[in-house]
């Protein structure tokens, strides 16, 4: 048993100090979920990784010092800017998978144009949608989260002194709805991945 929580702590450490190098020197981060709900633990790790950057930042500072021709903002945030992170959920509810989520179709009624979309609200005061379900999923989905990350005080109005930044104003959220024949393999794709970085030698994580 000792053997398997070493062995998970050890991981665990790598991969903060690869997102952390991420988070450095990337200006966009794509953060794949496997299902298609928010998971809460990502405050978790946003904020210990923001904390984190802010005790080295003087460090990355007077390294990047002793670099000619960077720009002043560059050498002061100990980085080119703050990543722009998307969303992206690998799987939607079965309601909305293939091309159901993307069912929008005008009818003409009275003279007035009615949207009807693949998921039917059986509510008698429900009002007709302009948008199609998968997209009212996303658009749920941008809300929660935005306001999930102001709350923990992840992103703020400065970008610059924030960990991230999400788009100001633009989509920001993707749900695969596989319409397109082409929907991910969950399961594959994370034991697939797994493996992948389980083949890294960790000399090489601990040089970033």
């Known amino acids: 048993m000792k053997g398997i929580l070493s062995f998970w702590s050890s991981r665990r450490y790598e991969h903060a100090r690869a997102l952390l190098a991420l988070f450095h020197l990337s200006h966009v ?3 794949c979920s496997p299902g298609y709900t928010f998971d809460i633990s990502y405050v978790r790790l946003f904020k ?5 950057r802010n005790k080295i930042q003087p460090a990355v ?4 010092k002793t670099v000619t021709g960077l720009p002043r903002e560059w050498i002061s945030q100990g980085r080119p800017c703050a990543p722009r992170v998307l969303f992206l959920f690998m799987s ?14 005008e009818k003409e ?19 007709p949608h302009k948008h199609p379900p ?19 005080r992840i992103v703020t109005n400065v970008a610059a002194n924030s960990l991230f930044a999400v788009p100001a104003n633009q989509e920001f959220v993707f749900v695969d709805t596989g ?23 960790s000399v ?3 040089t970033i």
């Open 61 to 64: 500072a007077d390294v990047l």
């Open 92 to 105: 939607c509810p079965p309601a909305l998978r293939g091309s159901r989520g993307q069912c929008c179709y």
């Open 109 to 127: 009624n009275l003279n007035e144009y009615e949207i009807y979309s693949g998921l039917k609200d059986e509510r008698r005061d429900a009002k």
């Open 179 to 201: 319409a397109k024949g082409n929907a991910m393999d969950i399961q594959a794709s994370l034991v697939t991945n797994y493996s992948y970085f389980s083949t890294i030698d």
């Open 29 to 31: 981060l794509v953060c």
């Open 204 to 206: 090489t994580i601990q």
């Open 134 to 152: 998968i997209k009212r999923l996303e658009y749920s989905l941008e809300d929660q989260i935005y306001r999930i990350l102001r709350k923990a």
């Open 48 to 52: 210990s990784l923001d904390n984190l």
